[in-house]
């Protein structure tokens, strides 16, 4: 299995390059030259556990890897981090199936990716002779940083390197990143919104003299963004195991569809399941859930991409992690909506960096429809929490709420009850302000001490990787500017 890139250079790729590369040389993705059909039967996958199917999956797309190095991967990234009796949990409440994908070290469904992302990225360095140490860039809206830091802290030949939005994160997100030990990490407040730590992230990618200044260090730049491929594949696997269960469980039929609803930032979670359909899974619709940050609604029903500051200005919301205008991931499903044509999606990703704004053909604009695209404002989110708790004593985080919204809008405008999967992406507890909130509880002197009440009011135990976050001490206090990212990488180096 070769990759290629969004932007049509044609330059081939093996997993483990692209793994190592991060980004194409000419600024696109890298995709698969062909999605791989699913390597078992449906029906041969019930009974099995998530490391089975993730290796499954995982490994019919990285065939470059022997089945050694697979097992390496997947054994120690899944293994009692995480605390869900199977990796990850799928529960039931309030009419949708609930896959509960944040029961990793952090908290947040970014662990599902980014627990094996290192072990796929030192492997593939091994395999492709890479003896320069390894920089890790990542912009996080929040949840990226933290599952980053404790996946590549104190792996050898790496280091990491993470800014995040001052003001943009929640206070159990900002302590848990600016407490990370680990001689290799580094992590930067800067001033600014998540686009643009993404966008200066980019930039230094892009920018080839400074990893020509890099290689003289015997530096080399690479991703832990979703825009890694090494990111989005793993979480095609967890789409394939949902099918399963739901099918041993007796929910569905071997071969009826199920829904799925994501809440969306860059695209890559909801892009996965999308990955996971054209792998074979019966997918009917993609229902893809934003807040006030409404880009993504608003293209699926347009076919319009505007982030013109005159159309709208960037929210701060109650589920920050999607406080997202550019969601990069959109680039491989344009792709693939496209037939591959690399130019049309090159000529749109210039449009939105000259003017903000761009329209896709027709042909993607009909390809679209099996999205459906909604949003809920922060207020609907609240309720949504408030509602669910109260009725079926099941605690939501607000991005997940964000996304039951959704859902029930989709259900009333459509009447559709086809049996529904919604991605649950981080635990209550890091939004603990806003939950609280929600259920009635406060108000409290400050972040930590709504995790508390939280705990205290509704039983369900704070997560380990929770616990005790506000007597760990301080560790990184710079605040950049989003124009010095450069430099900041270069001291950190
Ligand atoms: C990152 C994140 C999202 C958005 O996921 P994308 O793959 O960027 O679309 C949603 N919810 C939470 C809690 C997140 O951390």
């Known amino acids: 299995m070769n990759y290629e890139s969004t932007r049509g250079s044609q330059i081939k790729k093996t997993g483990a390059q692209a793994i190592v590369q991060g980004i194409a040389e000419d ?81 947040a469904f970014k662990d599902m ?12 360095m091994k395999k492709e002779g890479v003896t320069d140490k390894v920089c890790i860039l990542t912009a996080t809206s929040g949840d990226t940083g933290k599952a980053a830091l404790e996946g590549f802290a104190d792996v050898e030949g790496t280091e990491i390197i993470v800014f995040y939005p001052t003001g943009g994160v929640s206070q159990v997100q900002e302590r848990q990143m600016v407490s990370q030990e680990g001689a290799n990490t580094h992590v930067f407040a800067i001033r600014g919104n998540f686009d643009d730590a993404q966008t200066g992230v980019k930039k ?29 594949v793993p979480q095609v696997a967890y789409y394939v195991y949902s099918y399963v269960k739901l099918v041993e469980r007796g929910v569905i039929a071997d071969g ?40 993504l609604t608003d293209f699926i029903n347009t076919g319009v991409y505007d982030i013109r500051p005159e159309t709208r200005g960037f929210c701060c919301t109650n589920s920050p992690s999607m406080d997202i205008l550019i ?20 000529g749109w990703m210039e449009n939105l960096d000259a003017d903000k704004v761009y329209e896709v053909s027709e042909g993607v604009r009909e390809a679209l429809n099996g999205f459906y695209g909604g949003f809920a404002t922060e207020n609907y989110t609240l309720s949504a929490i408030g509602k669910m708790w109260a009725e079926n004593g099941y605690l939501m985080d607000t ?8 859902y029930q809008d989709y259900k ?21 302000e806003s ?54 990488v270069k001291g950190s180096l």
């Open 27 to 107: 600024k696109g993705l890298y995709v698969p030259e062909a999605i791989p059909a699913l390597p078992l039967k449906i029906k041969d996958m019930v009974g099995r556990s998530y490391k089975e199917i993730a290796h499954a999956i995982i490994g019919s797309y990285f065939d470059d890897f022997t089945e050694q190095e697979m097992d390496y991967c997947i054994n120690g990234a899944y293994d009692e981090k995480f605390t869900a009796s199977d990796v990850v949990e799928i529960k039931e409440a309030g009419g949708a199936h609930f896959l509960e994908l944040y029961h990793g070290k952090t908290a």
């Open 435 to 488: 939950v609280a909130t929600a259920i009635g509880i406060g108000p409290c002197a400050d972040g930590f001490a709504y995790v508390a009440a939280l705990e205290q009011a509704t039983g369900v135990k704070v997560p380990y990787g929770l616990k005790d976050l506000d007597k760990k001490p301080v560790l990184h206090t710079g605040v950049v500017d989003a124009a010095a990212m450069a430099d900041a």
């Open 327 to 346: 969601s990069s991931n959109l680039e491989r499903l344009l792709y693939l909506l496209s037939g591959r044509d690399g130019a049309a999606v090159k």
């Open 204 to 232: 230094i990618f892009n920018d080839d003299d400074f990893a020509a200044q890099l290689a003289a260090k015997g530096v080399k730049l690479s991703s832990a963004n979703s825009i890694n491929v090494g990111r989005l």
């Open 399 to 406: 991005h997940t709420a964000v996304a039951y919204k959704v």
């Open 412 to 432: 009333a405008q459509t009447g559709d009850e086809t049996p529904t999967v919604i991605a649950s992406t981080a635990s209550a507890y890091k939004f603990a």
């Open 256 to 295: 009826e569809p199920m829904n799925v609803v994501v809440p969306t930032g860059n695209f890559g979670n909801i892009l996965a399941a999308y990955y996971a359909k054209e792998m074979g899974v019966p997918i009917n619709k993609f229902i893809c859930a934003s807040n006030d940050n409404k880009v």
């Open 113 to 124: 990716a980014l627990s094996i992302l290192p072990y796929l990225m030192t492997t593939s």
